[in-house]
């Protein structure tokens, strides 16, 4: 049954959650490298996603669906959470959390450049505005208000948050042709990128990590940014009877996320990346009305 209020609430905790997430990777990346952050992050993911369908009595259909496509399922979970999340987070890794996060934000915007080659679609003037305007404000937060000076915090880190929103975009347009049960689907990539990402942190991320506030931050990173998270604002969408209504709370999400970051990372927000964000949402929103209306 559709019940606004309830889906408003759902859709709030999740942005809420979603925008502590760049600052849970940055604490985490201080004590833990990237793939010892991704393992712990993947494996807590899967479990709670685990637990969810075994309450809901729906674990026997996950390992139907992967007894039936397990290639499917494992080259998904290759690009994300394995490749996805492995890119994004060296990026963080590299840059200030408010430039990662806020460089992140442009895969909506990638994914209309995507939609070109893949889906044959042409975009209209609105599309090629919101482009301009969303890596407009790419650059100005990357060289912190010089654009002209091209001097980047760090090149790597821009290319690599650059980089992963193309990989979501891709994964975003692979996986909306599946048909099937998207909390099922989504436990499948987890449950088949678990032990890749623990050979992948033993070999060459440095071992298992050791308790401490890295460890902590990880497990959080696991449960309230790569699954606990969707499956609140998946319901909130599906529980909505105006999905826009609920789908538009997301633009909360990076003010809040800069706050935080502020607040317990302690970065000082750079004006930059306030002038960029009003480049990138604004942009954000244009690409979205246009595809409404081209729909």
Partial sequence: MKNDQRALLLGLCAVLLWSTAATAFKLALRELSVLQLLSVAIWISMLALLITLAWQGRLELLWRQLRATPLRFLGMACLNPLLYYCILLAAYDRLPAQQAQTINYTWAIMLALLSIPVLGQRLGSRDWLAVILGY?????IATEGNPFSLQFTSAVGVALALSSTVIWAVFWLLSARSKGDPTISLAAYFVCAAPLSLALCL???GGLPELGTGLLSAVYVGLFEMGFTWLLWSTALQTASNVSRVGNLIFLSPMLSLVFIALILGEAIHPATLIGLAL??????LQ?????AAS
């Fill in 280 to 285: 990138i949402v604004p942009g954000i929103i």
């Fill in 288 to 292: 979205q009305r246009s595809s409404s």
């Fill in 203 to 205: 070999v060459w991320g």
């Fill in 136 to 140: 407009l404000g790419v650059v100005v």
